[in-house]
């Protein structure tokens, strides 16, 4: 069992940074991959962002290809989400995700949610 905590989230005006943290508990942290989501009013959850248990591989979608960066500190139990040079329309509930060490990022195969936290860029 997993649990996901999100903290980070705020209001911040676009060209800002914001740095997103989901703090886990549970032994086997390590050995989950981990992945940032996002969903805005009236639209689908996305992926955004990922990251094996090794912290060796990195993905994400193409708009946060250079403006984000996903890192995890297996020791303190926590992944992180660094995002540059925002965008209105990145504003939205973001939500950290666990998933299974050969996960695809896929949002149905995700094994446990975050409660999410509110990202709100202002142009």
């Known amino acids: 069992q997993v649990q996901l905590v999100e903290s980070g989230g705020g209001l911040v005006q676009a060209g800002g940074s914001l740095r997103l943290s989901c703090a886990a508990s549970?032994?086997?942290?390590?050995?989950?991959?981990m992945g940032w989501f996002r969903q805005a009013p009236g639209k689908e959850r996305e992926f955004v962002a990922g990251?094996?248990?090794?912290?060796?591989?990195?993905y994400y979608t193409d708009s946060a290809k250079g403006r984000f960066t996903i890192s995890r500190d297996n020791a303190k139990k926590t992944v992180y989400l660094q995002m540059n040079n925002l965008k209105p329309e990145d504003t939205a509930v973001y939500y950290c995700?666990?998933?299974?060490?050969?996960w695809g990022f896929g949002r149905d195969e995700a094994d446990y949610w975050g409660q999410g936290t509110q990202v709100t860029v202002s142009s």
């Open positions: 995700a666990a998933g299974p060490t050969d």
């Open positions: 990251i094996r248990w090794t912290g060796g591989s990195t």
């Open positions: 549970g032994r086997t942290f390590s050995s989950y991959g």
